[in-house]
């Protein structure tokens, strides 16, 4: 009988369409999934949206939709990014489901039924955007500690859920189960600053928004998100109250939440408790992974440096991206994600060293052989490296994967990768192929780079699973399971398939052209548009009150430089008089040298949004006039101060 293996992302808020970063946590999840599946454990993996809330009732009302018909939207798009990634999820659950709202209904009753729940007043400070109530010594700055968005006075009556009568029993738990939340410093970071100085009571209903699930008992009061989010883990088992399902009976309790840092209270300590009081088992851990950073910063869209999944598929195909998220974040610290880093990536270890290993060792069969693969066994010594650098890499890339060190497993496969191609170098098969005495030897150099090349595509099938399957359609092989990597030989011997490139190397400067073009384009059309009057054929009018909205500001060119890569982009520093420079990106390269620009005073649009070009920040645009295909850019008499507004 196999071995269960239950493990869940959170599940994404349907507030937007998620970012790449968001995108990361279903890509992790996914490669575990399909490494237990690999080894041979029986896997339910589960993920999905939360769609309850203020945040959404509001979004709705400013789109004039209800927030059901919203967050249809919203959570098809998720979705359609989960599977466009290639995630081999088994369910996805949404809050809004029947099945969910009415057993999230039973829980509450159950455990108000109990004395774990009881009514009170709540006073207090409020963040919308993350739903956490806050005391006035917890903010920072007189903002939201986790966010660093304003907050909300807010006083309401209010179920709360009995957290400290719990708080020893979690505290002992955690203690005696040494391995539940991981990494280790997330465990510190729980004890020492939630549990250690005393849990306060949770408040879990709200009566000044109506999406939501309505208590039963007290209809004014919808039930408030985390009895209604976290309990999706086991509602999508089929947990009842009254007696649950088999599903349940097999799957529960969960091996791993896979969930973002910034959440670990939230799975640590509140979930934990509620299940305890609901005298269900703990999930067995939960592992907290880390931030994927654009450059230094979180993705925002207010700072302009938000990527999505999908248009990264575009330029760089499902696997590539699927790759480089994989490979490029740290077990335990942030990651960083640029468009320059992401081609480096690709084209070193794709293209360069797996996607040449397997062009070049196929062409070679076909050239040499007709494409038949014979095991010949004239065997020297570096034959035995080679099989033992693969038999290794296997224990290692394992021991790896069951601890959800997903980068360092994949650095052990590309290790193998290069390992082959130095053996490729050893070897030197056009060498042997000019002598007919050697081609008994050149076939087994051949047959030992294809299993070799099996090997890898055994290992990388949980990551890359597209790729996986073009490599064993290229050595034509059927033996791709777990246990067939438990000896070097076991590739029969038959015909290679054609040669086809894994990945095309990446033309760096083309596709960082291609790419700002494509932000350049997005970002107009994120900027106001007015319908074009029928009225009016010559263009749009616009009232006052539309004009007003654009501040026009006068700056002084402070300095300006070339962006780096780029022949139409300057990057200039303004000053505009508010005491702090502002950066701006402008094409103009092609009619402006640098020393043409500094010290004039131009006009710049002030609270245009930020946008990435090239990867450089920049912070609004200067006014140029369009003559003959040639920019003009607008200077204004130097007496002029710079800040003053253009009216």
């Known amino acids: 009988m196999k071995e269960k293996f239950y493990l869940t992302t959170a599940i994404a808020y349907t507030s937007r369409k998620p970012h790449i970063g968001n995108s990361y946590e279903i890509v992790l999840t996914d490669a575990i999934a399909r490494f237990k599946r690999l080894i041979g454990n029986d896997v339910f993996f589960l993920t999905g949206t939360d769609e309850h809330g203020q945040k959404i009732e509001e979004i709705a009302k400013e789109m004039g939709i209800t927030p059901k018909a919203y967050v249809d939207q919203i959570a098809g798009e998720i979705r359609k990014i989960w599977d466009l990634m290639d995630c081999s999820y088994d369910k996805f659950i949404r809050t809004t489901d029947d099945y969910h709202e009415a057993v999230v209904k039973k829980i509450f009753k159950k455990l108000y039924d109990q004395g774990d729940i009881y009514k009170s007043e709540y006073e207090g400070w409020y963040c919308t955007p993350c739903e956490s109530f806050w005391t006035e010594t917890q903010l920072a700055d007189g903002c939201c500690p986790d966010c660093g968005r304003p907050v909300k006075k807010t006083k309401e009556e209010a179920y709360f859920f009995k957290m400290s009568k719990y708080q020893d029993r979690l505290m002992q738990y955690i203690e005696e189960h040494t391995t539940f939340i991981q990494p280790e410093s997330r465990k510190r970071e729980m004890v020492n600053n939630f549990l250690k100085p005393g849990l306060q009571d949770l408040c879990v209903s709200r009566t000044s928004f109506s999406w939501g699930i309505p208590v039963d008992f007290d209809p004014k009061h919808v039930i408030y998100v985390w009895i209604d989010a976290l309990t999706n883990y086991i509602t999508a088992l089929g947990y009842d109250p009254d007696g649950s399902s088999e599903l349940f009976q097999k799957y529960w309790p969960a091996d791993v939440h896979i969930i973002g840092k910034d959440i670990l209270r939230f799975h640590t300590i509140y979930w934990p408790i509620m299940l305890m009081a609901l005298d269900i ?367």
């Open 281 to 647: 088992p703990l999930p067995k851990q939960v592992f907290g992974h880390p931030w994927l950073l654009s450059g230094n910063d979180k993705m925002s869209k207010s700072k302009g440096n938000v990527m999505y999944a999908d248009d990264l598929a575009r330029h760089f195909g499902v696997d590539g991206v699927r790759y480089y998220l994989l490979k490029e974040m740290p077990y335990a610290q942030d990651g960083t994600i640029t468009y320059e880093n992401i081609i480096a990536r690709y084209n070193s270890d794709l293209a360069n060293t797996l996607g040449n290993l397997v062009n070049r060792t196929v062409a070679m069969s076909n050239k040499y052989f007709d494409g038949a693969v014979k095991n010949t066994s004239v065997s020297e010594p570096v034959d035995e490296e080679l099989a033992n650098a693969c038999l290794t890499a296997v224990k290692e890339y394992t021991d790896l994967m069951n601890q959800f060190r997903v980068a360092d497993a994949l650095e052990v496969i590309m290790n193998v990768a290069r390992r082959s191609n130095k053996y490729i170098d050893e070897t030197a098969p056009w060498t042997l192929a000019k002598e007919e005495s050697n081609r008994p030897r050149l076939q087994t150099v051949l047959y030992n780079l294809l299993e070799s090349i099996r090997f890898i595509g055994v290992m990388i099938s949980p990551f890359l699973p597209k790729t996986s399957e073009k490599i064993f359609e290229q050595i034509k092989t059927d033996i791709t399971c777990y246990d067939s990597l438990n000896a070097f030989g076991k590739l029969k011997e038959g015909t290679v398939g054609t040669a086809v490139p894994l990945f095309a190397r990446i033309d760096e400067a083309k596709k960082l052209e291609e790419l700002e073009a494509e932000i350049a384009k997005a970002q107009a059309a994120d900027a106001p548009k007015e319908k074009e009057s029928k009225d009016q054929p010559e263009g749009v009018m616009i009232g006052i009150e539309d004009f007003a909205k654009v501040e026009l500001k006068a700056a002084k060119v402070l300095s300006c430089e070339p962006v780096k890569k780029s022949d139409k982009l300057l990057c200039l520093q303004l000053d505009d008089g508010t005491g702090t420079p502002r950066q701006v990106v402008s094409g103009i390269a092609a009619w402006y040298r640098p020393e043409d620009l500094v010290g004039k005073t131009i006009i710049v649009v002030a609270n245009l949004k930020p946008a990435k070009l090239r990867g450089v920040l920049s912070n609004g645009m200067i006014l140029a006039a369009d003559c003959d295909d040639a920019a003009k850019v607008l200077f204004l008499d130097d007496s002029i101060p710079a800040g003053a507004k253009i009216r």
